[in-house]
């Protein structure tokens, strides 16, 4: 099956500074690329929806000033939290999906455990 | 925008025995059903999808069923095995190159062996 590669799988850092999360298709190209977040026992908030070349559509609630997100190429696509506070503390899951080969099927990444001191 | 309930939130079975989960939407353009299963820390995996123009598909020990007339679709697990154990979510999809998945909040699954 398609293969995406989320790097890195945790990441602690200091308040106030900037991570920057990236979620790859390895076998495929990913013409729409979502950025979840997830809390512990809970299901998986939509955060934005991103389509190559063109700006993510950001769901009702998620700041796009705070969640940048870049989809630069079919393969790649980046979630920076800016300016990361304690309450950014969470599972941040990618999920790509591709063309044909994909099926149209959404994969996941292995989700990314972001904490902030 | 598309609703999608899923129930129950916990379910626990016998080593065995069958688990269902069901969940309902409410858009009726929705025309593909995925289920994921997620272990603990592990990332979502597709173990099963439905689309519209299919009432029933199975896959082993797993099956789906959809009605769209009542806009509700289930997974059954049949001889349910303890590494079945996980949360397993519901989703609803229009299927378009700009359509997004809708999440069931999920369910967990507890096989005692």
């Known amino acids: 099956g398609a293969v995406v590669s989320q790097h890195p799988s945790w990441v602690i850092c200091k308040s106030g500074t900037s991570v920057k999360i990236e979620c790859r298709s390895l076998d495929f190209q990913a013409t729409t690329m979502f950025w979840y977040r997830q809390f512990p026992k809970q299901s998986l908030m939509l955060m934005a929806t991103?389509?190559?070349?063109?700006?993510?559509?950001?769901e009702q609630g998620v700041e796009k000033d705070k969640f940048l997100i870049n989809h630069a190429s079919l393969t790649l696509s980046t979630l920076t939290v800016t300016s990361a506070h304690p309450e950014d503390s969470s599972f941040y899951i990618c999920?790509?999906?591709?063309?044909?080969?994909?099926?149209?099927?959404?994969?996941f990444g292995a989700g990314t455990r972001l904490s902030v001191l | 925008g598309e609703n999608v309930e899923q129930h129950p939130s916990t379910l626990s079975v016998q080593e065995g025995d069958s688990a269902v989960i069901k969940c309902t939407y409410s858009d009726s353009a929705s025309n593909y059903f995925p289920w994921y299963k997620q272990e603990l820390g592990k990332r979502p995996q597709l173990i099963i999808d439905i689309r519209s123009n299919v009432g029933e598909k199975k896959d082993q020990r797993i099956a789906v069923t959809l009605n769209k007339t009542a806009k509700h679709f289930s997974l059954h697990i049949t001889e349910t095995q303890p590494e079945d154990s996980a949360v397993y979510f519901c989703a609803a999809n229009i299927n378009t190159n700009a359509g997004k998945s809708t999440f069931g909040d999920g369910t967990t699954l507890t096989v005692k062996p």
């Open positions: 999920s790509a999906r591709g063309g044909i080969m994909a099926k149209n099927i959404q994969y």
């Open positions: 991103s389509n190559e070349g063109s700006k993510a559509t950001y």
